[in-house]
């Protein structure tokens, strides 16, 4: 049995609630329990407005939920004040977005060093490590471009060298194919693969690919709020371990073989 | 951040240059106009040297300047009758026509042997010789007044339909008072001016330390004079200072204000614009401090380079403004001036960056990210 806490992400019964003071006229997260292995790759999905954007806004640190508890990395995140969080999403977590989200005045080198000019490095420091990024990501001939002179592809690239600027644990991808052809999204499908299989980074995204799902270790289907099930499209140790109700549907496995 | 901070305001070039002339332009007035307050002051300090160690004497109720030749001779003897006074000046002044930077000439009339009170003492002449006694029709003259009029020795020179000779032009002293007058004996003005009063008269005291005392049993002694030592005079032209001082600056800051609230309306429009952006920068972990500090530190940054422009255009102009008081006055841009330039602009920022810096640090980062 793995201690509590342990995973590098968890919730506990997280409820996210919109409304007047007090009341729940929308309920965008009802009761999430779930977690996340270090090192993992995870995919979640689900229709519109099944709660999939809010909950990955909760795990990132960006929304406080209404009740439950968030771990992360065993550290219970719930009544930490605006610059804890701040620091937990500054050191622990990197953020991918649909649009890319990069300054369009700066060029792709100082997209990326940001984060760490942010964290009170240097100009010299900063810059030093974001070539490095930059070169990791295939992008060291283009350093001194600006965003409207990249394609959506080179542009997320940029974006995903920013998100590990800090050296996160936990790279967050919101839709981070969304707004890319087939061809350049598995292109950056193959790269959030490598860096979670050869560097090690826990990869957690919102997608709506369904190749992007395939490739994940645990797919977390929601619907209107609350965990349906959590799928393993290649088979996981995890799923031998134990059983665990989630939600009120209940828990399903799925034992397809693995597509590798 | 300061490199961050000047690529953001540079972002949108028109817009910050606006925004910097703004500034620049309100600063530039208080500075220029600033620096007339300070030309004034300057003025003044130089004429009060003239009054060290001597107690001048006024009719009473007026302060530096009088209205007219109105001390009587009975005022003259009780003067005379007071001790420990080693001499006694009296001195009657005829004002030429006024123009804009002050009066064409300044007549002043005075005994012969005791021009030394007046001038200063080891004050030579540049040319000829000062007024002696049994002078008659003669006048002696400061260098600007000299210079001004293309006067030499020997020239004449009227007043009142009445000639005077030019016997004597006093070396220059850097006291406008001493340089822009004309002296010529007391007799010689009351008869030209058809007046047995004075403008004023010097008291001069044996012992220094003697001064408020003598001063104080003038005023006891009659009611119609008023005694002032040096000290006095330097507090009552200290006030007048101030006040043109405040006036001057109070100007200038209602433009320097507007200038403000340029600033201000760039940087709410620039934290709208960059509504996303900040949601990002929160999202990857910029704490509120650190978005509060930036913007503020666009604005200060804006608003600090008016400053200083507008400091220079202050400095420009008042070079320009001195022509026009034609050497009476020379506005001058001390830098006490130029600092509380600099230090308004900044403050105008801050205070104005304010406002639009704390609605940027207050941004639900969840909220401006999607933000379209």
Known sequence: MKQKHEHVIETMDVTKCYGEEGTCEVTALNNINMHVEKGSFVSIMGPSGSGKTTLLDVIGCLLKPTSGNVYIDGKNVIGLDDDELALIRREKIGFVFQQYNLIPSSTALENVEIPLRIAGRSKWEAEDKAKRLLKLVGLEDRMVHKPSQLSGGQQQRVAIARSLANDPKIILGDEPTGNLDTKTGEMILNLLRKLNKEEGYTIIVVTHDSRVAQHSDKIINLLDGEVLNETYPNGSREHEARRRKTGRLGYIESSRQSRG | ?372
């Open chain 2, 1 to 372: 951040m300061l490199d961050l901070a000047l690529k953001n305001i540079f972002r949108n070039r028109t817009r910050t240059i606006l925004t910097v002339l703004g500034i620049l332009i309100g600063i530039g007035a208080i500075v220029a106009l600033g620096s007339i307050a300070e030309g004034i002051d300057a003025s003044v300090q130089s004429s009060l040297q003239l009054t060290a160690s001597k107690i001048t004497i006024m009719p009473a109720g007026s302060g530096l300047f009088s209205a007219g030749n109105d001390i009587t001779p009975e005022d003259l003897e009780l003067l005379q009758g007071i001790g420990g006074v080693a001499d006694i000046v009296p001195v009657v002044v005829a004002i030429g026509p006024i123009q804009f930077s002050g009066p064409e000439y300044i007549v002043i009339g005075i005994e012969p042997g005791k021009t030394e009170y007046f001038v200063g003492e080891n004050i030579g002449m540049y040319q000829g010789r000062p007024l002696e006694e049994g002078d008659s029709g003669a006048a002696m003259v400061g260098r600007t007044t000299a210079e001004r009029y293309s006067l030499q020795v020997g020239d004449s020179w009227t007043v009142d339909e009445e000639d005077f000779e030019i016997v004597g032009i006093i070396e220059e002293t850097g006291i406008s008072d001493i340089d822009a007058s004309i002296l010529v004996t007391l007799e010689d003005l009351k008869n030209v001016l058809e007046t047995e009063n004075y403008y004023s008269v010097y008291v001069i005291p044996d012992d220094i330390k003697d001064t408020e005392k003598i001063a104080a049993e003038v005023e006891d002694a009659s009611e119609d004079l008023t005694a002032l030592t040096s000290e006095e005079l330097a507090r009552q032209a200290s006030q007048i200072v101030d006040q043109i001082r405040f006036f001057t600056f109070g100007i200038g800051a209602i433009a320097a204000f507007v200038g403000g609230l340029g600033v201000m309306n760039t940087m709410i429009m620039a934290v709208m614009e960059r509504r996303k952006e900040i949601g990002v920068m929160k999202a990857i972990g910029a704490t509120n401090r650190m978005v509060l500090t930036q913007i503020l530190t666009e604005s200060a940054l804006m608003s600090l380079i008016g400053g200083v422009g507008g400091v220079l255009l202050g400095m420009g102009a008042s070079f320009l403004l001195s022509a026009g008081f034609g050497g009476q006055i020379s506005p001058v841009v001390t830098p006490m001036l130029a600092l509380e330039g600099v230090s308004f602009a900044l403050l105008l920022g801050v205070v104005g960056g304010l406002y639009p810096a704390r609605n940027a640090s207050r941004l639900d980062p969840v909220e401006a990210l999607r933000y379209e």
